[in-house]
């Protein structure tokens, strides 16, 4: 989600935003249905790769020099150690990235703490997070899980949008995001919970309803704190779009700001529920 002024789109804008939305929901469906996790881990590696690659290019921009080598390779590693060793292999690769990180650091007298420091952090902030779908989708009734995941997400967005621009009048955070709003929080958050309320009756995952109630809170909650938080980044660089990569969205952090951290809180809200 983008925090842009609210104004009539052209017909054409529409159309491309539909049909990016459109590929974006068949690769992880698709991934997660068919292709399994080793599947889903390609699709979120490209989208974390993508995501981490515009995350450096905005802090260059406050004359920071990340790492993109070691940056982009992590990320890319993420969603497949997760696949393959599940939490000890995204562990292993962020332990590699923060002593590659410190190498680098001390090879080079020009690179700055601040370099390292963002180096390490913008592949754990989009690789290390998303990673963590591929977590869920190796739990029992894993495919339903991620599929609720993302379809919590969507709903949060676009009921969040619609209420918040037809009926908000209570700004959330008018320095960061103008147009967002308490009462589209309060939208996104019913119809996200809702999502989660119907899993418990159209499958069978052990999890009580009021632990997926649960769910639905805190991950509408982290949907919110993500979009703010890539909001801020923009903000501090000047930057409208984090890139122009998707067209009809601007770029994938545009478009994954809420699914990073709603991946990770969703996975330990998950576990804590007492999905294995």
Known sequence: MTDTQLQPRPLKDLWLRLASALGIGVAFIGSTVFLGPMGLAAVVAIVAVAGAAEFYAILRRERRGPNEFFGLLAAALMPFAASQFGPDGLTGVVSALVIAALVWHISFSQVRASDTAVTVFGAVYVGFTLAHLVL??????????????????????TFAYLIGSTLGHHRMAPNISPKKSWEGFAAGTLFTTGVWIAVYFVTDTGISLLWLVLVGVSASIAAVVGDLAESRLKREAQMKDSSGWL????????RFDSMILVSIVTYYMLVLAGAQ
Do not use: M, Y
């Open 136 to 157: 869920i989708r190796e739990l029992d009734a894993g495919t339903e899980l991620v599929l609720a995941t993302l379809v919590s997400v969507w709903a949060n967005d």
């Open 247 to 254: 067209p009809g969205h601007g770029g994938f952090l545009d």
